[in-house]
Each structure stands twice: as C-alpha cells, then as structure tokens.
C-alpha cells in the first residue's frame, strides 16, 4: 500500500475501534482526531462551502448560547460536548478523500466488528459476574450506558447486513450470525425506544430490498416475518424485555397515577416539565448549561410519585436532562438551536447512503428518548457518522441482484 493509504487505513481505524470500547485512558476522542488528521495530511483540497458554513453557524450559536447562560461553566461543557461535530464537519468541509467511498466503508466495516467483539467481552463477562436474570442484573451497557450500547449494536448491525446477500456463503452465513447476534443484544439490553425502532428498520429495509430485487421478493418478504416473529418471540420469552414492555404498557393506561404498582414512565414528566423551560425563551432559550437547572426548578413543583420497588421518591431528588434532543437543543438555544440541529440531521440523511443513512435514520428516532448531545457516547457516535458522511459523499449504491455494497 502507498504511504497515503496506510495512513488512511490506520487513522481510520484507530477512530472505529476505540469508539464501542469506550476505553477511559484512551478515549475515542483520539481516534476521531487521529481520522481527521489523516484526511487533513492527504491534502487534496476540494471546498463544500454550504457544508463549512452550516457547520461553522452551528458551532457559533452553540458558542453564543452561554453568553446568556446563567451556568456559564456547564455551557462551555456543553460546547466541548460537541465540539468534535462541528470541528469534524468544518476540517472535512475543506478536504476530498480520493476514493472516499471506499474509506467510508471500510471504516464503517470496522467499527462493526470492534462493536461485534465489544458486545461479546461485555456479555460475557456480565454473564460471568451477574449471572442470567434480567437486564437490571447486568453490566452490560459497560461505560457507554445501555441506550448508547444498544445503539451502537443496531449501527454495527445495519453496516454488517449489507453484505449478507453477496453470493459467499460462508461469509454470508458468518455476517448473519453477527447480525442477529447484534440484534440479541438489542433484545437483551432492553432499551425500549430500539425494541420498538428495530423492527421499523427491518420492515424499511427488506421493503428497500424486495423492491429492487423483485424475483426474489417472496424470499425477502419471509424472511423479514421470520426474523420480527423471531425476536418478537425472544421479547416475549427472556424476562428483561418482557418487563419492559409490561411498563409500557401500565404507562401507556395511566399518566399520572400507578397501575399494577407501576408509575408511568418519567421522560412523561420530563418533557411536560421541558416544554414550560422552553416556553421562558423560546427564540433563543435559557442558554447553554442552563436548561437541566431549570428543569429541576421546574420538578419541585411535581407532585407525582415515582418507585423504585417499594420505596417512593420524588423526581425532583435527582438531577435528570430532558431525554430529548430536540427538546434540550430548543430549551437552551431556542427556535435556532432546535433548526440548526434538524440541519444537521437532515444534512445526514441527504448526504450519505446505504447502511449509514439507516444509522442517521437510528440517530433521528433514538434522540427522541436521550439527550445524545449531553452525553460523549451520543456526541461522538454523531462525530463518527458526520466524518463517514463527509468523507463518502453522497454516492448511489449499486445494485446487481441482492449484492447491494454499503
């Protein structure tokens, strides 16, 4: 390999592995740099000046937004939070990656796997240490938290799909194995706004599929129903997300009482008491930093009961984000915050293709449950998927039978 190339591949690497591991000495903040840097030392330049802008406008408002903070220090926490999405999108806005498509995947390939062997050490080793219960009674989510390794695992699976149906069966068989291994960890971790996604991407996916490959749409189409029935059965059967569900469904029956000893969930809570924060400013919010102590102001006048097993608690005892992205971005940044965010989201599903428009798809329905940007997984997982977006451009994947690339 030229030295260009070797540099690209290690770079790129580097960032796709350190980020499922989550490692807190070597933190994948490096590999992201490490990325960038080797897209920066090829030098090709090739400016995308609505690209640079829209970046550089996001970055700034999110500077702006501590000015009129009240919290001053947790805003410029909260900017370093994302920092690495803005500084991504700008640096690559300025350069092209010769065969960039092709970096793009390999990149994403690798990420896949590091998350595949991520899931197995961690599973194991809860297994081990917890034995089988329920996903309360593990550590499964490691340093990353379960929502975040979840969907990680449902990234890493959507990339590692698109190659199943390559005419290699022993690669072939061995991809899908890893996938539904991914998606058992799904299951497992229980997180239920990606119980619930899961089997929309499926349904979207084998749609994409069946449509482009119409003499093998019937096998498509079974195949799709097996693989929901399947892990329809395994919610069903395995105890965590059976519990899961069970709440939501007592949740779904009641909003502000108990039934069959069950609160309703308290993101309800939350983002009724975020759209009052988000109603003092709602052009340019509360700034940066603010908009958690303004919603636990908001929680002291919430006199609904929560429960963990027996003992009762009160919302306003712990100090919660608004498990929302587009909620958070609009409390403390206003209309603009809250725009510029779907921007970029937007930009995301415009400009990339294959396996990571479904991750941007993913990205989109997740952060209606998590505050992404408020955690450095959320933060740096967006930072991953910008810089495969940036570096592959918007390319139309090629299609002959089912042998789709990603």
Same mark, same amino acid.
């Given at each position: ?16 592995? @350190? ?10 903040? #490096?590999? %992201?740099?490490? @990325? ?24 700034? $408002? ?44 390999? $990149? ?20 081990? !240490? ?15 938290? @379960? ?5 990680? %695992? ?25 996938? @539904? ?41 079974? !195949? ?13 059967? /395995? ?33 009724? #008491? ?51 992205? #587009? ?16 921007? /970029? ?62």
């Amino acid at each position: 390999m030229q030295r260009n190339t070797i540099l690209l591949h290690y770079t790129g690497a580097s960032a796709a592995i @350190l980020l499922p591991f989550a490692f807190e000495l070597l933190s994948p903040v #490096y590999g %992201l740099i490490l @990325l960038v840097v080797g897209v920066i030392y090829v030098r090709r330049w090739s400016t995308k000046p609505r690209q640079a802008l829209f970046f550089t406008a996001f970055l700034v $408002w999110q500077l702006l937004s501590v000015f009129w903070s009240d919290y001053q220090s947790a805003g410029l926490a909260d900017v370093v939070m994302v920092l690495p999405i803005a500084v991504t999108g700008i640096l690559l806005s300025l350069f092209k990656t010769e065969d960039g498509a092709t970096w793009m995947r390999r $990149w994403a390939e690798t990420f896949a796997w590091a998350t595949l062997i991520a899931w197995t050490y961690i599973f194991i080793d809860s297994v081990t !240490t917890y034995g089988w219960v329920n996903y309360k009674s593990f550590d499964l989510g490691g340093r990353l938290g @379960l929502h975040f390794q979840s969907l990680y %695992l449902i990234i890493a699976a959507l990339i590692l799909e698109r190659k199943i149906w390559r005419k290699t069966f022993k690669l072939s068989t061995l991809r899908a194995v890893a996938v @539904l291994w991914l998606l058992f960890g799904v299951i497992v971790l229980s997180a239920r706004i990606h119980l619930m996604v899961v089997p929309v991407l499926i349904v979207l996916r084998f749609t994409e599929l069946a449509w482009r490959n119409k003499e093998r749409r019937r096998l498509l189409i079974s !195949t799709a129903a097996a693989l929901v029935i399947l892990m329809g059965s395994l919610v069903a059967v /395995l105890p965590g997300p059976r519990g899961r569900l069970i709440d939501l469904r007592n949740e779904l029956r009641s909003i502000d009482g108990r039934v069959n000893g069950k609160q309703t969930n308290h993101r309800v809570f939350l983002w009724k #008491y975020g759209l009052q924060v988000v109603q003092i400013s709602p052009w340019i919010g509360v700034g940066n930093g603010a908009g958690e102590e303004y919603l636990h102001e908001k929680l002291k006048t919430c006199k609904a009961t929560f429960y963990r097993g027996k003992r009762p608690y009160f919302l306003h005892e712990f100090k919660y984000d608004f498990h929302n992205i #587009y909620l958070q971005s609009w409390a403390e940044g206003g209309l603009i915050a809250v725009l510029l965010l779907i921007l /970029l989201l937007g930009w995301g599903l415009w400009y990339s293709h294959g396996a990571i428009r479904y991750a941007w798809i993913t990205i989109v329905f997740s952060g209606m449950t998590e505050s992404l940007l408020d955690k450095q997984a959320g933060a740096l997982i967006i930072t991953f998927l910008v810089a495969l977006t940036a570096v592959g451009s918007r390319v139309r994947a090629n299609l002959s039978g089912t042998n789709e690339g990603l």
